[in-house]
């Protein structure tokens, strides 16, 4: 009898331990989630996550408060050994996260010889690109890290880098013919990205065989610029892009009333407009789709982990619904940015309705050095409505 009771609890364990997934198997099926880049750690931020249901958050942890120079790095100039004070409070977030049944992808904002911009006195730091040591110093970083991290149930990705852009640091500003050929001189060099993200995978692997990996491309994850990705022999790889739309067109203090969607976006720059349609919109993510279909890289390893559109401008609603009407048909995964930002900018923050702006208590509470978040006149309105939709469980 003890023998059977024996077996029994064997053979369960056994089926148990075969029927969990692993981490890859998340990303099996399509995932909608929302970026989180706050400068503080607030809890109440993950149960309103869970009450809006977000399947995971992208956390971008830079602008948290930091015992040293740079959030977990410690020192950008010279990495050495994670930051113990930081690296607690990102596992307090990670484990606010798991308690509200919010799954995470990590991403990085600075790495070694790559401060972030707007910590590094509005300049972009190209080190990173220019000089191989600190290739192998953010290598390091994300051994460490991963090493740390790999078994926390809330983590189901590692974003190692987000927006790289050693284009821009050599000159460039589109996936242009003078860019074709600068590609082509630049192979296994420090501004070979994709080098680079071969590298990281590698680094990552020796310490974490499980937890995916989410690599962003050229041109700041520009989807036009994925015919320049290269893939990485992992089958727990996902490929990233970002914003398809014109910046000038979604960013209020560039747009400044002058373009909207559908019916007025720029052809260039400061060009003429044109009326675009939610297919025109898609072939500007043509290049991910011959990305995927060159490479055969299958739906669910593609990921718009950022796209947004400010929603004091002009056809907010109408780019928002598109994109992810688009995202929804190829079963792509994505992500909005963001929900709930902490601070100042609110434009993103697509619970305030498009024309709110905040009141003089806001604004006093600012000044005082007091809690603002209180004060943000979050509603219903229907912009946030496209988005909410999407969360409801079926």
């Given amino acids: 009898m ?55 958050v992208r956390i971008l942890p830079d602008a948290l408060p930091a015992e040293g ?27 606010e996260a798991e308690r509200n049944r919010i799954k995470v992808v990590l991403t990085m904002v600075s790495l070694p010889g790559a401060r972030w911009k707007q910590l590094n006195n509005d300049r972009d730091d190209a080190r990173l690109w220019k000089d191989k040591k600190y290739h192998l110093q953010a290598f390091e970083f994300w051994r460490q890290l991963a090493a740390r991290l790999k078994t926390h149930p809330a983590i189901v ?28 001189r630049i192979q296994n060099t420090p501004a070979d990205l994709n080098q680079f993200n071969r590298e990281m995978v590698k680094a990552i692997r020796s310490v974490d065989p499980d937890t995916p990996i989410i690599l962003d491309g050229w041109f700041y994850a520009s989807p036009r610029a994925f015919e320049y990705n290269r893939p990485v022999d992992d089958d727990k790889v996902l490929y990233a892009f970002h914003n398809p739309g014109p910046w000038q067109m979604v960013t209020y203090r560039v747009n400044q009333g002058r373009y909207a969607y559908p ?14 349609t939610i297919d025109r919109l898609a072939q500007q993510m043509h290049a991910v789709q011959q990305f ?9 390893r593609i990921i718009a982990s950022e796209f947004w559109y400010d929603r004091r401008l002009e056809g907010a609603a109408a780019y928002m619904a598109d994109l992810i009407e688009i995202y929804n048909q190829r079963n792509w995964h994505w992500a ?20 709110q702006k905040m009141g003089w208590r806001y604004w006093q509470a600012i000044e005082q050095g007091k809690d603002p978040e209180p004060l943000k006149p979050r509603g219903p309105n229907p912009l946030w409505e496209i988005l909410q939709r999407q969360f409801e469980r079926k």
Avoid: C, M
């Fill in 292 to 300: 995927s279909e060159q490479y055969n890289i299958p739906a669910h």
């Fill in 157 to 184: 990705a590692y974003n190692p880098l987000n927006e790289p852009h050693p284009d821009k640091a050599f000159g460039f500003d589109a996936p242009d013919e003078k860019f074709a050929q600068w590609f082509k």
């Fill in 69 to 95: 120079r740079d959030f977990l790095i410690g020192n950008a100039d010279n990495f050495e050994t994670i930051n113990e004070t930081d690296l607690s409070l990102l596992i307090k977030a990670l484990d």
């Fill in 2 to 56: 003890i023998f059977r009771i024996l077996l029994s609890v064997a053979f369960l364990s056994a089926s148990s331990a075969i029927a969990d997934p692993t981490k890859i198997d998340f990303w099996n099926t399509q995932r909608k989630g929302a970026n989180q880049q706050n400068a503080q750690h607030r809890p109440e931020w993950y149960v309103a996550a869970r009450e809006l249901g977000l399947d995971y």
């Fill in 336 to 355: 909005f940015y963001a929900f709930r930002g902490t601070g100042t900018w609110t434009g993103l923050d697509y619970e305030i309705p498009p024309g």
């Fill in 263 to 276: 019916d007025r976006v720029p052809k260039s720059w400061n060009g003429p407009t044109e009326s675009w």
